[in-house]
């Protein structure tokens, strides 16, 4: 369902209506560009700060004209999803003058890529939902009472206080000589109205903000209490005023309240969109997305209030605003999926899992919604957001088939997706996979990278040759003269200091050096925090982690590194699937720290409210098919176990070689 400003408060009455009840939701969105400056494009060793500082900096100054939402609620009766898909198209019309009126960038490539699949922009800038922020719609309403306030009238529930008292009056503006003609002509056109017993208002013709402050004030000065002045705007967006007879004195003061609440009312409206961010956010479903770090920080930032300066005051706001947030393609690039993945696209991804030994779920769609019959709505907010919610329902399901007795449907609310929750997917980061919004986030060790300068002609094949005694290198372009380097093989970055020389139109730098030489002193602590790799430890698990953390809260916390968690989820899975015993969701990796959580929706044995349990018979019936299935992969998950065990209990300089998969 398209949603502009015109059908706007017939969908929010059916998001109203169905959000509470639903399992899940799922979003997206499209925006006007996504990197205005090439010092703000992402690098494969970011750190988590660093690459929070690229996104707000290069990227929020664009704008998401497009967002998808898709409600998934589940029938126990049926064993079915009925969806209800919406397409927003939002864009940030001012209410008035005193409105904020934001300035935003557009980046050529990215408008190209929204026409070529069918992007409305006349639907845009017409019928555009119009939005603000709490902080912009609360700061407006102050001015409209403090206005009223001024000309007398009674603020409703308001104690007097400093806002909203008559500001001291400057004294009267004296009239130009080139305005008095104008101003007399108004006089005496006022004049005939009130002698007039036939018509009781007069409208003016449109003039320009001046000339309406002199009107106010011959108005207020020559007639007093016997004419009510109001500025309206036509439908070209002019100005005028008009003049309408006062019967009494307390007819012009409830004609002024009436003003005031309509004002007030205009405001409500304006708030537009943010209005069913706000309703996602006190229904606390969960809310899942694609790659979805730009559309949360956008989200946040054009809906909610302004993006902090720092990651950490990002997490808590993301988790005040969603407080559960699932990234598909996070669930894709980890173990069990990403045996059976080649390609984490979403298109692709949403290809891929409707074959074996995947089961897509049945899902209808609500009536008076039109279907998605095929992928020509791709890139389509509101298709998106479709695509991405069955791509979670499938991968969720699957997860069931590692109980036992094996489910055919894992709920949103079940412990088994805690490894998964509030993980966002970091792009082109090679060793950090995802942003932890719960917590600390992941700290590999970057002893084998180094940071290299160089002229401006050298090219990938001059740094390979470089580094060619320590064999395979990876290179992160920071610049024209400057690079990461990462070897594969870790264990001969010792080597590297002793044997490359320090040439004449280069340098090379341990990652860690050129690390502290990069920050200021003041912040060298908290940067060590980030990009120092963990001390060399006895090998823990995450829940032993967990456990130390909360019993030796004063000792420096031990973290894991990425190949150590997603070796752990693997040796986890795979362990199960041999022995077919269910799943211990304490001890799978990225389980977020202990720590304050907000209360789950009160949920059913199936893990939704108020959703009728299906016959237990039914559903073993159901799964007869299922475990024959999972009896054809299970070899190839007992395999890949073990190769990931004895890579486990491999002794301390032993080669490893890992293979990153790009998007």
């Given at each position: 369902m398209d949603v502009t400003r015109k059908n706007f408060k017939?969908?929010?009455?059916?998001?109203?209506?169905?959000?509470?009840?639903?399992?899940?939701?799922?979003?997206?969105?499209?925006?006007?560009?996504?990197?205005?400056?090439?010092?703000?494009?992402?690098?494969?060793?970011?750190?988590?700060?660093?690459?929070?500082?690229?996104?707000?900096?290069?990227?929020?100054?664009?704008?998401?004209?497009?967002?998808?939402?898709?409600?998934?609620?589940?029938?126990?009766?049926?064993?079915?999803?009925?969806?209800?898909?919406?397409?927003?198209?939002?864009?940030?019309?001012?209410?008035?003058?005193?409105?904020p009126d934001p300035r935003f960038l557009c980046q050529s490539s990215s408008i190209d890529f929204l026409v070529s699949h069918n992007f409305d922009f006349n639907k845009l800038f017409r019928e555009g939902i119009p939005y603000l922020t709490s902080n912009s719609a609360r700061t407006m309403r102050e001015e409209i009472l403090q206005k009223y306030a001024g000309q007398g009238v009674t603020i409703p529930n308001k104690e007097p206080?400093?806002?909203?008292?008559?500001?001291?009056?400057?004294?009267?503006?004296?009239?130009?000589?080139?305005?008095?003609?104008?101003?007399?002509?108004?006089?005496?056109k006022t004049e005939q109205l009130l002698k007039n017993n036939d018509r009781t208002s007069l409208q003016l013709d449109p003039c320009n903000g001046f000339q309406r402050k002199l009107i106010y004030q011959t108005m207020e000065t020559k007639f007093q209490t016997k004419l009510i002045v109001e500025t309206k705007t036509g439908e070209k967006k002019e100005r005028y005023i008009e003049i309408t007879k006062a019967t009494s004195e307390e007819d012009k003061r409830k004609r002024d309240e009436l003003k005031m609440q309509a004002d007030l009312d205009e405001i409500d409206d304006a708030i537009g969109f943010s209005k069913v961010i706000d309703m996602i956010s006190e229904s606390g479903r969960l809310v899942v997305g694609h790659n979805m770090i730009l559309d949360l920080m956008h989200t946040l930032d054009q809906f909610s209030c302004r993006l902090p300066d720092n990651l950490i005051e990002f997490k808590n706001m993301s988790h005040c605003v969603f407080h559960r947030v699932v990234d598909t393609k996070v669930m894709a690039s980890t173990h069990p999926f990403k045996e059976f993945i080649m390609n984490s696209a979403l298109n692709d991804l949403h290809s891929r899992l409707q074959d074996n030994p995947f089961v897509p779920p049945s899902i209808e769609m609500a009536s008076n919604f039109n279907g998605y019959k095929t992928a020509e709505n791709y890139h389509e907010a509101g298709y998106d957001a479709f695509i991405t919610g069955q791509c979670f329902a499938i991968m969720a399901n699957f997860l069931g088939t590692f109980m036992d007795p094996p489910k055919h449907r894992v709920s949103p609310s079940s412990q088994f997706l805690e490894p998964f929750m509030n993980k966002i997917h970091l792009m082109r980061s090679l060793d950090i996979p995802y942003l932890n919004l719960n917590?600390?986030?992941?700290?590999?060790?970057?002893?084998?990278?180094?940071?290299?300068?160089?002229?401006?002609?050298?090219?990938?094949?001059?740094?390979?040759?470089?580094?060619?005694?320590?064999?395979?290198?990876?290179?992160?372009?920071i610049g024209d003269t400057e690079a990461f380097v990462s070897l594969y093989k870790a264990a001969e970055a010792s080597m590297v200091m002793k044997t490359i020389k320090k040439g004449e139109n280069y340098t090379v730098t341990p990652y860690k050096n050129f690390k502290r030489g990069v920050y200021p002193e003041d912040n060298a602590e908290k940067e060590r925090k980030i990009v120092s790799p963990p001390q060399e430890e006895k090998s823990l698990t995450v829940a032993e982690m967990d456990k130390a953390n909360i019993e030796e809260p004063g000792k420096r916390k031990r973290r894991i590194s990425s190949l150590e968690a997603d070796a752990e989820v693997a040796v986890l899975m795979g362990t199960v699937a041999k022995r077919k015993k269910p799943m211990d969701p304490t001890v799978a990796p990225f389980v977020s720290r202990k720590g304050v959580k907000p209360p789950l929706p009160e949920v059913t044995e199936e893990g939704d409210p108020g959703v009728e349990i299906e016959d237990k018979d039914k559903v073993k019936e159901k799964h007869e098919d299922k475990v024959k299935e999972k009896d054809e992969v299970e070899s190839e998950h007992i395999g890949t176990s073990k190769k990931v065990e004895e890579e486990i209990d491999n002794k301390e300089g032993k080669k490893r070689k890992l293979t990153y998969r790009r998007n």
């Open positions: 017939e969908a929010l009455g059916v998001i109203s209506s169905v959000l509470n009840d639903s399992s899940f939701v799922a979003i997206d969105g499209e925006f006007t560009g996504l990197h205005y400056d090439s010092r703000y494009m992402p690098n494969a060793f970011d750190t988590p700060e660093e690459r929070y500082q690229k996104l707000r900096q290069g990227s929020v100054d664009f704008l998401l004209v497009q967002f998808g939402l898709c409600i998934f609620k589940y029938n126990g009766k049926s064993s079915k999803y009925t969806v209800y898909p919406f397409n927003f198209y939002v864009f940030p019309t001012p209410l008035n003058r005193h409105a206080s400093p806002a909203f008292r008559t500001p001291q009056a400057k004294g009267p503006i004296i009239i130009p000589d080139e305005h008095k003609e104008f101003i007399n002509q108004i006089v005496a917590g600390p986030d992941l700290q590999p060790s970057r002893n084998h990278v180094f940071h290299v300068t160089f002229p401006k002609e050298w090219r990938t094949s001059d740094l390979h040759q470089l580094f060619s005694p320590f064999g395979s290198i990876y290179v992160g372009w």
